[in-house]
């Protein structure tokens, strides 16, 4: 099935292509000239987008283009109003110093969507991936995830009631968790839809830049992109992204490539059955992973009220609790038991803690790498690394904007010049 | 990491492209005529392979070429030796017929071995997937891989005795177990590396035809891309092959990609813990699943003795002894139990069975599926199929081959024309 995630990710080139075993489609007809240039564009954009500020000299080598190839694509995408060309201030050598390429990430940005189960956020990101607005809203219990559009709608209002009058939004994206819970604390497996999109989209007709087009995703699957992208994981093929909050869930990138499954549903390892005679789970199953690493079973074993973040249990396991030092070494023994079952599945270069598992992580590394060490194989654990996420709890949205700059990337002649035409 | 079956796949459009994140590379000079060509025969080439005899103008409709260019594809590959073209015994239509191109499934084929943990299997399989000759001989217990290299090599030899004089090799593939035995019964857990392909293509230097330039892969994996490509998964994106003999290890394609992981050692989900109290594994973990559902919990449950085949158990469970029903279901169960797992962490399409598991199935296949369906998160078991393997015990032959013949498939001027110049 194509789901909207994996529709979104191959027109990154970061999903799979057709299935080789089936019979191949003709060879497409040779690019022309027009097709070669928006690649480069796209290549160009992409690497100051990644990067930051390049100079012509460097983009010359890193994209393997001669120099007055270089500059006429920068002059273009300049044109386009899509990047900046300046004179460095701090010339490094002596001769004529190169022109700095830099995105212009204030003019061009996207519309960033996390919906947790108990807040939505709202970014504008800039393109080069800068946070230049971001709001919050709570989530009430118990709600669905329609139910989130008008609140979500009049935060991405509110975020561009001072735009700029060039401003251009280059796309928007939704990175959705899949719990919720109710008003008695139950927990609810959820997921998005293709209509939480469609309706955010019909709810901003109108108003500021036009349509976005937006894209959905898996809350982890999103944040795994942003760490993979941009975070702990950049450059790493294989990765397993564990996203805790009020369950856990996965991203998980095999040879750099997004697992989405058959409906995008992939990486729901919370439930994982790791105790057949385990505690009762909200997934209506027992003994799943996320009944002993969750946030309720920290603060279960930490003997704390409902509503005591993870963060205050682990500062008072640093402060000398004992109760709580006990709970966090309790969940961090449990979260590298899982975490072992992963390594021997997916034999990962690293596995990254989002989330409220980055807090637990942070502060019992060395139960955790223990459990993994007793349980992983061998061979799978010899060159496994174990990360705390670099981007917190901004993960999903990088993550989301990422997604929502793809289309733009791919062909920079779709921006803002294209649009004031 | 690059490993030798991802470095084969990706030559066969199976495996991930560079880096989506990582600088681009500029884009490919535009594709020459020449090229063009080489894709068109290979596509016309794997066509047939897959799909044997095609006529002309079914060609002409699957490949989106028109019929001149056909023709003189056909007039190539039938000058490489690489197929034949015949008018049909039967056509179906009034008219001149359309000729049918065949692959020429005894001249051109694939050297496939098989390294079990209890014996060695060599096939030559012709192009288009037919096994034209198979051979095997016993692995003594507690062997090294190396080991086997001198009776593998001995197994080719013999089945190339008796070849026709214009035979040609188009590769050779290896699918290694990842357990092994030892005399008192111990199960080791293994796995193939890059040596012993080397090892073997030394062994063969100057006999039958040459260098076949081996690769290797992890068994499972091979096996599920056997039945990706021909048997009971294919064209399905989202697979879970599960394959039994001493232990349980997965391959899994995602995307319908194959996922390898860091070192080509993903997949060992008999090594997922599903009971943190369970039994010792071979592995020096406890609760492995595969002690639960691997032959050993077999036997051990229908207190058959040891070297009863799981075959054996399956048939007296059917002859009525309730001993053997309740071994039987029992490890039905903890299959069920495991593959719910592997569906909340992959969301799979479908799950297929092979080797011993594929006994189990299908004697089993209410109990497997009942745990699935108590386990399972709903979203993901709603499409779920469950299905045997098609491909029996010849799946890892068959995926090797598949395997093996890639590079022919992907450039045919590599073909035995090319060889005699």
Redesign the interface.
Known sequence: ?VTPL?RALRR?????????????????P???QE??RR??L??ML??VH??GPTSRAELTG????NRSTIGALAAELVASGLVTEEVPTTPRRAGRPSLVVSPRSVRVYATAVSVEPERLRVARIGLGGRILDLREAPRPHGSALLDAVPAVAALIRESERELAADAFCAGGAAAVADTTRDDDGTVH?T?GDETFAVALDAALVGDGPGRRGFVWGDLADIAALAE??RGVA??V??LVYLHGDLGVS?GIV????L???????????G??????HGRRCG?G?RGCWETEVGVAALLRRAAAPPGTSALAVVRAAALGDSTARDALHGVADWLG?GV???V??????IVVFGGTLREVYAAAAGTVRHRVD??A?P??R???QLRAGALGPDAPLIGAAELAFENLLTDPLLGPAAGSQ
């Open positions: 099935m994996r990154a080139g970061s999903a799979p292509a057709p299935d080789p075993q089936q019979p191949p489609a003709p060879p497409p040779a690019a022309g097709e070669i690649q480069n796209g290549a992409r690497y990644l990067h890193r994209l393997g283009l497996v997921g993979h992208t950049a450059g093929d294989d996965a095999t040879g750099g490539r697992v989405t499954g058959h409906g995008g549903r992939s990486g729901k390892v439930h994982m059955v790791v105790h057949p997934c199953s038991f072992a079952n992963l021997n599945v997916f034999n990962p270069d007793t349980m194989l061979a799978s010899e060159h496994l």
